[in-house]
Structures are given as C-alpha cells and as structure tokens.
C-alpha cells in the first residue's frame, strides 16, 4: 500500500508516521505538511532516510498542488491529520482554520475522488460534540451525540467532518472518521496543556491555569490513538464515525500538580489567569464501538504515558527548546502577557 499522511510534521501525525513504519514496514508512506508554525521537519528526522517514506512540503488547500500531487503519486489512501489545531489560536484569528481545515479537506477528498475512489481517513476531534456539564458524570460523548461546536477551531473540524460524510453519501468516497480525545506524548508542541507545563516549570516560570482550573479532559496516549486509525483504515465500516478514547478524564489544575510534583517543582509556579473565551468544561468519551467493532482498548495507562512524556522531554531538550526560542516568544507573549 502507498498511503498519504498528510499533517506528518506536527504532533499526532509525525507519531502515526513512525508508527506505520513500525509496523507496516511494507508500505509506502508519503507525508505532505505546510509546515506550519506547529510543523517540525525535525520530527520526522528518524525516519528521513528510511526507503519507505518521503517528505513533500505544500498546502493540502492548494488544489493545483494537491491534484498534481496524487496523479504522480497514485495512492491507496489519505490520511488527513493536517490541520490548524489550537482552540487558542483559532479564538484569536478563526480564517485559517476554515481555509485548511475545511477547504483543505474538500482538496483532498476531491483529488481522492478523481483518481480513483481513493480511500480517506479524517482525523477529527471529540470537540465537535460541545461540551459536558462537571455535575454529570454519566455523560460521555457518542457517536450519535448532536454537533454542538464552542469555537472556531471545533466549528471547522464539524464543518469538515459533515463534508467527509457528505461525500460518502453523494459520490460514494470510501470514508472513515475518528474523534478522538485530548492526546499526549512525543513530538507534543509546546502551546499545548500538558508539554506546555513541563517545559516551562522545567525553566523555574509561571504556569498558567484558566479559569478555575477544574475544566476536564479525557486524556489518551497517542500511541494508542495511532493504533485506533489504524484499525480503522484497514477494518472500519466505510461511512462510519468512531470515537477513540480512553476513560481518562483529569481536570487541568490535576494534571499540572502531577507534572510539578514528578519534576520537584513548587505548586507556587501555578497562576490562575483569565478563562478561555467560550471554554468547554468537560470532555469525555465512550469508545464502546471502536472496542466493540474493532477490538480497540488502550494500551498505555496515564500514569505510564506521563511518565514517559516526561522522559521524552527531559531526553529531547533541543527539540522543544528550538521551538521556544523562535516566534514562539511572540505567540506566548500575545496569548499570555495580558491575561
Ligand atoms: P499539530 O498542530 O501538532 O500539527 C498539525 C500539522 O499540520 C503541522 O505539521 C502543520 O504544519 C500541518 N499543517 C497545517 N496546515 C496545513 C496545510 N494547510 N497543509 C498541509 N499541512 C498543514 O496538530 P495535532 O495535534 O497533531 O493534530 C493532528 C490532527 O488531529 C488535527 O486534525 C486535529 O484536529 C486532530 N486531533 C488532535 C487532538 C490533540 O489532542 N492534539 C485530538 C483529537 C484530534
Ligand atoms: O479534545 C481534543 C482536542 O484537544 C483537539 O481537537 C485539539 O486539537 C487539541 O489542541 C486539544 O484541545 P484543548 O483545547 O482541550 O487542548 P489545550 O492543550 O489547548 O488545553 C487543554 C486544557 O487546558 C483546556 O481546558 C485549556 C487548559 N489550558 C490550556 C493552556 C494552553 C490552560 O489552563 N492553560 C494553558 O496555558
């Protein structure tokens, strides 16, 4: 199989790259990133010699680029993973992430559409279902819970995935959808929860807590999520949704105690600052299907996937550390300096 991974550059996408290399070492992989602020060539640095993969830099939004793209190419599936990401960002200045999220979603799944019916994974998000109420701990998102979108990035991504599904019902695309939970790991950019907080109470400065701090997430290690798409490309129903996620809900003020308390630092580094605009309370998932259909359960525990998070960015201090030195201080300065 030749397969797209488009999106390899950043976060979840590079970790899917290396694990299809893993564990496919049969297939072709080809992986088209913007590189974006959140893409990293870096990431992709271990596998830049392997005879199996290769890096194309372009805009899955370009048609022009995407179509010739995949009449050289001749693929067997796309996997879109890229996207515009951060809900913060998208508050600030929402137009890109209908341009890559949306539009660029409609490039690829027409270039699939032409050349040959091509098979097509969208990587979406559990946020597109809204939020849930703290109070109401039997609550989990479904599948067949409504689209109840708080931001622009989720409106984006809910905007894409009735595309995706549209295009299964008109043209008949062979389409599969995951939303997924929060992920964490490797390769995580540092605007984000979790790799935020660990290298910044690395370096001894504030961390900053929205709100309350008591707003819940339903973390999963990305390895497992890799696992989860995986499964699907190969065994999912065609047409299908399915949500991945592993029974993991933390508030964030949990979470960044736990990373102060494995790295030695004082809970004194924690600053309350001003909510999120529109901020969703509570995330949490029931993957009864994916596990039901498909077999899927996680396979890392949190206590695991952080310890291992941690290690990662104690032992990978350049990666993040040229992140943080570049146009990152501006971003930060932006998004935090008057909150
Ligand atoms: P990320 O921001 O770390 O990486 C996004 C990648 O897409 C970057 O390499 C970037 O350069 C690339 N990109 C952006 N715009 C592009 C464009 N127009 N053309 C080509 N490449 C472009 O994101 P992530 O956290 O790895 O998320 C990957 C996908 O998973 C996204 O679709 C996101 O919505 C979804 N998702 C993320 C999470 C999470 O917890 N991070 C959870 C569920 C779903
Ligand atoms: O649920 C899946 C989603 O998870 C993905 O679709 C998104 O792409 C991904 O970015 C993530 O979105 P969140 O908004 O949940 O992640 P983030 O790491 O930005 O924030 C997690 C929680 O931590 C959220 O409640 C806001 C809070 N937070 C975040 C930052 C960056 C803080 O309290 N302080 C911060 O500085």
Known sequence: MKILITGGAGF???????YMLANHS????????????????????????????????????????????????????????????????S?????????TNIIGTQVLMDACRFNGNIRYHQV????????????????????????????PYSSSKAGADLLVL????????????SRCSNN????????????????????DETLPVYGDGKNVRDWLYVEDHCHAIDLILHNGRIGEVYNVGGHNEMSN?????????KLDKPESLIKYVTDRKGHDRRYAIDP?????????????????????????YLDNKKWWQDIISGDYRNYYDKMYSKR
């Open 124 to 151: 979406s998000t559990d946020e597109v279902y809204g939020d849930l109420p703290l109070d109401r701990p039997d609550l989990m998102f479904t599948e067949d819970t409504p689209i109840h979108t708080s931001s």
């Open 26 to 89: 049969d297939y072709e992989i080809v992986c088209l990133d913007k590189l974006t602020y959140a893409g990293n060539l870096s990431t992709l640095a271990g596998v830049m010699n392997n005879k199996m993969f290769k890096f194309v830099k372009g805009d899955i939004a370009d048609k022009k680029f995407v179509d010739e793209l995949f009449s050289k190419e001749k693929f067997d599936a796309c996997i879109n993973f890229a996207a515009e990401s951060h809900v913060d960002r």
């Open 253 to 261: 003020i949990d979470i960044v105690k736990l990373i102060l308390k």
């Open 184 to 203: 964490y790991g490797p390769y995580h950019f540092p605007e984000k929860l979790i790799p935020l907080m660990i290298t910044r109470a690395l370096a």
């Open 288 to 312: 009864a299907k994916i596990h039901r259909e498909l077999g899927w359960l996680p396979q890392t525990k949190f206590a695991d996937g952080i310890e291992k998070t941690i290690a990662w």
């Open 12 to 18: 979840i996408g590079g970790n899917f790259v290396y």
């Open 166 to 177: 549209a295009y299964y019902r008109t043209y008949g695309l062979p389409v599969t959808i």
């Open 91 to 99: 508050i600030e200045d929402p137009q890109i992430f209908l341009i």
